[in-house]
Structures are given as C-alpha cells and as structure tokens.
C-alpha cells in the first residue's frame, strides 16, 4: 500500500451521498490504478456499497462517523458543533498525514471554514480560494476566486494572481501562462480601487507568468488568458451566469431541433456530432473546485453531481496532489517575499 | 409635426457612425411611423447620407457641430471639453424639451456623465442605473445595473429595485412584477453586507411588484425573476459572460454541424428551424442599454451594433418616452417617500 495514493472521501457530502460518492470512487479507481481511498460516514450504509464492489473493497477502507454536516449548516456553526462529522475527520486525514488530498460534495461554506481551520494557509497566502476550470474557444482556462472571499484586498487578489498562474504551469504544464484582471473595461482608469490597486502591484512585481491586465466577462469564454483572477462575489456569479446561459443554449438547441419534422431528421443526422459536443460540453467534465492556498489538497465537488461527476473531482485532487503544486507555491511565494517585500501585509513577515 | 415623437441622436457616436445611425433612423421611421428626428453631427457627412433617403429626410433635421466625443475618452474630460460635441447637444435637446428622448452608441461613460450632468436625477433616485432586457427560458428579464456604478450602497440597490420594479410595470406591462437581488446563494446569510442590507430594507417597505429576495447567476437565464437587481460592476460582468457563453455555444454549434458530411446534411435540413433561433437570440434584439432614473430618456447603443441593432435601441427610447416611465418613477418615489420616510439617505429630504 505504501506507493499508493490515500485520497480521503467525504462519504455523506452531496445530495445523493453516499451512493454517488461510492460509486465515484468506484470509476476513479478505474481511470487511476494508484489510488486507494478513506471512506468516512456512516458505515451501515457506506460498507454495504463498497461490499459490492471488490476491487474498491480492496483498496478503501471505511471508517464509521455517525455525525454529517447538513447542507445548510452556517459554516460557523459546522466548525464548532460538526468536530466528529464525516467531513471533518476526511480533512482531519489530510492535516495528519494519512491522506495526500480530501474530496467533498457537501457544504461549500462548511468545507472551506473546515479545510482553512484544519489545514491552515500557505506561508504568503492570507485567503485560500476556489478555483475550476473553463471551456473556452481555445480549450479550457483557469478561474478564481469563485466563492470563498466574498470580499477581496487588491493584495488578496495578487495572491490570488499568484496562486493561477503557479496552478497554470504546474497542473496545465503552461511555461508562460497569462494571467487576466476581472473589471468592466480593459482601460487602466476603469473599475474600483482593489482591481485597480492589484493591476499596479501585479505590473510592478517579478511576476510568475505573465501579467496580462484587465480581462472583461466575456474574455472568459474567449480563453484570452491561461488565468482570470476575480473577487469571490463576482466570480461566482460570473461562474453561475455562464452555467445558466450554456443551459439556455442546450434548452434553446433542443426546442429548435424539435420544431419541425425535417429539423428532427436533421438532428438524427448531426446525432453523432452533437453528441461530441455534449461530452466536450458536460459540467460533470469541470466538476472539481480547488482550495489553492492551503497546507493540503482539498477539492470540492458540486453537491448535486453524480458518480461520473463526482470521479472527477477526484482525478482533480489526485492530479493536485501528486504534482506537487503545494511546494511550487510555497518556493514562488517565499521567493517573491524575499525579492520584493510586501511592507503592507501579512505576507511580508512569512 | 406636432403630434410626432422627437428623438435625438447622436449621429457620430459608434463605431460605424454616421452611417450606421442613418441607417438604423431609416428602418426606425419604418417601424415607428410617428416618429421624427434631431441628427446632431458633422453635416458635411450627414447630410449626403440623409439626403438619399427621401422619407427619412421629411421627418429629419441636421443639426451640425464639428465636435465629437471620442471613443476612449475619460468621462470627466468629454464632460468639461465635450460642450459642443453631437453628444452633448443630443443630450441638451431632451433637457431642453425639444427632443423626448435621445439615442447614442458613443462613449458610455462620457453619456452617463454628461447625461446625469446635463438632465440631473428623478426625485428620490439618488444615482441613475444602466438596464437591458436578457433572453430567459420564460421570455425575456430586466436587469439592472449594467455599469453605471462600480461601488453601490444598499440604498442605491433599493432604489434599482424600485426602478426596475416600475419599469416592468410601465414598459413590461407586467401587474405584479418580481424581483430578485443578485447573490452567490439563495440564504439570508450569503453574500456581503450590501446585499444583505439591501435585503432586509426590501422586505420591509411596501414594495411596488413582489421582492423574490436573493437571485444566483443562473437565475438570470432561468428566468426566475422579472427583474434582476445587481452593482454596476457585478452586472456588468454578469452581463459580458453571458454574451461571451452564448458566443461559445454559437461557435461550437458550428464546429458540430462542419465536423462530418451527415452533420453538414442534417444542418441542412434543420436550418430554418436554426434562422428562427437565430432571430431569436440576435445580440441586435437586445441593444439599447437604457438609463433609468434620469429626468430625460437617455437609450445607450452597443458601440459596435449596425443599423439593425440602433434601430431597436431607438425602439426602446421611443417606448420609454411614450409610455410615461419617468412619471410612474416620480410618484412612486414620493408615495414611498411619504409611506417610509428614509432617515439615512437624501431620498428622505425630496
């Protein structure tokens, strides 16, 4: 077992945990043979869904909590009262060595108050955030925050800048990946003082990647930049827009392909093709949300995704975990605080 | 002429002016037979181009001025310099009352400030905001604002809602409109002190319409709300990554259909079905961002659009200006302002 990967699963997280859960496992294994698993939840239904399946009995091991964070815990409130939750020993995992990463469908706001109590930040880093993936007309880009810091520092936005673009060359393997400012105009005089104020730092320091400027909303689907750094309040709405609107296209795609007989047959013969798009186009293939910033890999996966959806928030956390993302920002940051010291923050006493 | 509805406009703002306002005049008197026009700009080039379209001539008059605000112009700097720019004097002609409305696709930022500047703010609207129309799964929603206003207060938020409110009774013709207010989660604990304050001042004041409460970024598309309040900032981004999906999706549809011969056939066969999905999400159906809580009707154009795209926005400051919405906004303004006096704020004081 030793060469194997441990990857700590929040068994009850998600709105069809743990059955959805399990069987996420169950397909991940498949696609990474390295991998075993700590099942944390309730064990008279979590053992008999491994039993079921032998070659992940053989690499899981469950271990019983009859405590679960609910889904509309306050985070506060799962902090203090959920000690012995599913959800917390998962981390607990992770913060004691015995896990390489930890994967959750439950609570966002209980899972990131958790994971930033248990495993603490990185030295330079005073906020974790979310990151995930985007398709866009040039493949697939990088963005954060999406949720976490519902307010944001310009410095906090630097970190943030920092955090992607190290995420971009270790886990996408781009040399020089481009980093974009969120705002509402590409000039320099537009926006608020914190996009401001992160624009100027980020165009002054020695930065990893390069530094782009301002991107605006729809840069994001473009793919203009590698990495599109945002406020948590902005970037979740510009992450849930952009979902609503590739679910109105899809509704609008298939009331149009049902609107007459010749377009019915239509489809039938563009069926092949479409389906592609489909897969290139399924949310489950970006399921997956990354805590960059802390002293351990934690992933969150959407709460009402299923097995499929679910495995890949695992292959998200596996890859995390075994690039050694962590140490990259942990060097870049140290690195920076020695090249050029923040007098203003934290950071600068690290 | 007296019975007719006079529109100014800015004939050298946009990126295809003066020919793409002239044109887009045209196809407006076509459809707005009432109509009649003030063209401000430089005449050596207007009126060649009015003067090959008899029908538009009889209804139009050039006004000239050598002056035209330029695309990348500081707001402040168009404001102070822009005196006599074909902006300015559009502008002046609604104060003035010589015009019910004016139409411009130039500089945003210079015509908010100059119009702010020029026909000042409704009693009780405290700062004026930026609204268009987004194509939803149920029809078509308002959302507000769009740009004008990078930093808000939950006051500012109120009165949004109230606008917006107003707006899709007046314009919408809706009797019990609602509304929702952009967040990152639908619980009374999400999102920052803003939202929430303006939340709680919502719930409790004899709102004109039904307050929904907190909206996500996929409620836009949904259509789970009427009308969506938000900052100029969010709003704005909100706004671009819907665009820049749908512009995702629509490239990626055509990718699908040239990937194989049978896709190519089955387009073929599905493509009348695709021209009307295509009317029907034509960014140009949607032009004509409006400025709401102004004393004068202001309707701003995509800079970018064509005659098409500045026909509709001119569409759109003719049904504001016909449909009294700036009078529903000043009684509704004074019965709340009577009903619920507002201590903290100037609205209070009107």
């Known amino acids: 077992?030793?060469?194997?990967?441990?990857?700590?699963?929040?068994?009850?997280?998600?709105?069809?945990?743990?059955?959805?859960?399990?069987?996420?496992?169950?397909?991940?294994?498949?696609?990474?043979?390295?991998?075993?698993?700590?099942?944390?939840?309730?064990?008279?239904?979590?053992?008999?869904l491994v039993a079921k399946?032998?070659?992940?009995?053989?690499?899981?091991?469950?271990?019983?909590?009859?405590?679960?964070?609910a889904a509309d815990a306050k985070p506060?409130?799962?902090?203090?009262?959920?000690?012995?939750?599913?959800?917390?020993?998962?981390i607990d995992a992770v913060a004691e060595g015995r896990a390489a990463c930890v994967v959750s469908a439950g609570n966002t706001g209980a899972l990131m108050a958790m994971a930033k109590f248990v495993l603490k930040t990185l030295p330079g880093v005073d906020r974790p955030a979310m990151a995930s993936f985007f398709p866009t007309?040039?493949?697939e880009s990088v963005m954060l925050d999406l949720?976490?810091?519902?307010?944001?520092?310009?410095?906090?936005?630097?970190?943030?800048?920092?955090?992607g673009s190290i995420f971009a060359r270790t886990v996408l393997g781009l040399t020089e990946p481009t980093v974009g400012l969120l705002n509402i105009g590409s000039e320099d005089v537009k926006g608020n003082e914190t996009v401001r104020g992160a624009a100027t730092r980020l165009k002054e320091m020695p930065f990893p990647g390069r530094f782009y400027g301002f991107v605006e909303g729809n840069d994001i689907a473009t793919g203009t930049t590698d990495v599109i750094v945002t406020d948590g309040f902005t970037g979740n709405v510009a992450l849930k827009t952009a979902e609503?609107?590739?679910?109105?296209?899809?509704?609008?795609?298939?009331?149009?392909?049902?609107?007459?007989?010749?377009?019915?047959?239509?489809?039938?013969?563009?069926?092949?093709?479409?389906?592609?798009?489909?897969?290139?186009?399924?949310?489950?293939?970006?399921?997956?949300?990354?805590?960059?910033?802390?002293?351990?890999?934690?992933?969150?996966?959407?709460?009402?995704?299923?097995?499929?959806?679910f495995a890949n928030a695992i292959g998200v956390a596996a890859n995390l975990a075994t690039n050694g993302f962590n140490e990259k920002i942990k060097e870049e940051m140290q690195r920076l605080a020695s090249a050029n010291p923040i007098p203003d923050t934290k950071a600068a006493a690290v």
Chains 1, 2 share one sequence.
Do not use: W
């Not at 409130?77 to 020993?89: E, I, K, N, Q």
């Not at 949720?147 to 955090?163: D, I, K, P, R, Y």
């Not at 609008?252 to 377009?263: E, K, M, N, V, W």
């Open 244 to 309: 609503g609107t590739a679910k109105l296209y899809t509704e609008f795609l298939r009331r149009t392909f049902q609107s007459s007989l010749t377009a019915k047959i239509g489809y039938l013969l563009a069926r092949p093709a479409f389906q592609k798009l489909k897969a290139r186009t399924d949310p489950r293939r970006y399921n997956g949300a990354m805590f960059l910033g802390l002293r351990g890999v934690c992933v969150k996966s959407h709460g009402g995704t299923d097995a499929l959806g």
């Open 1 to 48: 077992m030793s060469q194997r990967l441990t990857i700590a699963l929040d068994a009850m997280g998600g709105d069809h945990a743990p059955d959805m859960v399990i069987a996420g496992a169950d397909i991940a294994r498949e696609r990474h043979p390295d991998v075993q698993f700590l099942l944390y939840g309730d064990a008279a239904r979590v053992e008999p």
């Open 147 to 163: 949720g976490a810091n519902t307010e944001c520092t310009a410095e906090n936005l630097v970190q943030f800048a920092l955090m």
């Open 76 to 90: 506060s409130v799962a902090l203090r009262a959920g000690r012995r939750s599913s959800m917390r020993l998962a």
């Open 53 to 69: 399946r032998a070659a992940l009995k053989s690499v899981s091991e469950v271990i019983h909590t009859d405590d679960a964070v």
């Open 137 to 139: 007309l040039r493949g």
